[in-house]
């Protein structure tokens, strides 16, 4: 039972159009939700985090977006660039633990 | 600033044989973990450890033993290799109490047992 799906498992866009990137929980009892960014041949980077008090945390180019009453959480790229070309996963903290339970991936392609 | 070290970078095993990943950081963090990556299924935890001599298992811990006898170091063992366990391997490591828990990731160990 995949408890954080994220349904698409690619994703084409424009380079400096808006790349929006989408998550689905089951469990509500985390601390906080993470995006992890990873580049071939790499182990994941951290990327962005939001506390499950918040429903925004913005960084530069980046902004997450939680939805608790929808269980959803979005990662929104403006403007997009070709460097940002990536798997992203996001993944949740198990509340009271450090174990991090992720989603399968997005494969994003930014073309020039 | 090394952060977390994995080796090998790639190993090929035949089935059966026993084989250790190994995993160190020298970022003085007290949680380490473990995860493989299959295509389609994300990062899945096999076992972690909240600090030295304290281990625990995760989400697919079968067909494989960690121990944490040091803050740095914490080896994943396989015991008797099998075609199911060709995968990539991540080791992890995070700070207790980090805002965020962000996990700090070695390369990976990409294992091929055939």
């Known amino acids: 039972d995949q408890q954080v799906k994220q349904n698409s498992p690619s994703l084409s866009v424009q380079e400096g159009r808006i790349s929006i990137l989408n998550c689905d929980y089951t469990n509500s009892m985390f601390d906080y939700f993470l995006w992890y960014k990873k580049y071939p041949a790499e182990g994941p980077t951290f990327l962005i985090s939001i506390s499950s008090i918040k429903d925004k945390n913005e960084d530069g180019r980046f902004t997450v977006f939680l939805n608790k009453s929808a269980k959803h959480l979005s990662l929104h790229i403006v403007p997009s660039q070709p460097g940002d070309s990536a798997v992203y996963f996001c993944a949740y903290v198990i509340q009271g633990a450090q174990k991090l339970v992720f989603g399968q991936g997005t494969r994003l392609t930014i073309n020039p | 600033n090394a952060g977390v070290t994995q080796t090998p970078k790639f190993q090929v095993l035949k089935t059966g044989q026993s084989m250790t990943l190994q995993c160190a950081q020298d970022m003085n963090h007290e949680y380490m973990s473990w995860y493989r990556q299959d295509p389609g299924m994300g990062l899945r935890l096999i076992h972690y450890?909240?600090?030295?001599?304290?281990?625990d298992q995760g989400e697919v811990p079968n067909g494989y033993n960690v121990s944490r006898s040091t803050t740095e170091d914490f080896p994943l063992r396989l015991l008797s290799a099998a075609p199911s366990q060709t995968s990539v391997y991540f080791c992890?490591?995070?700070?207790?109490?980090?805002?965020?828990?962000?996990?700090?990731f070695g390369q990976g160990t990409r294992l091929t047992v055939v």
């Open positions: 992890a490591s995070s700070k207790r109490g980090a805002s965020g828990t962000e996990a700090f």
């Open positions: 450890s909240v600090g030295a001599g304290i281990t």
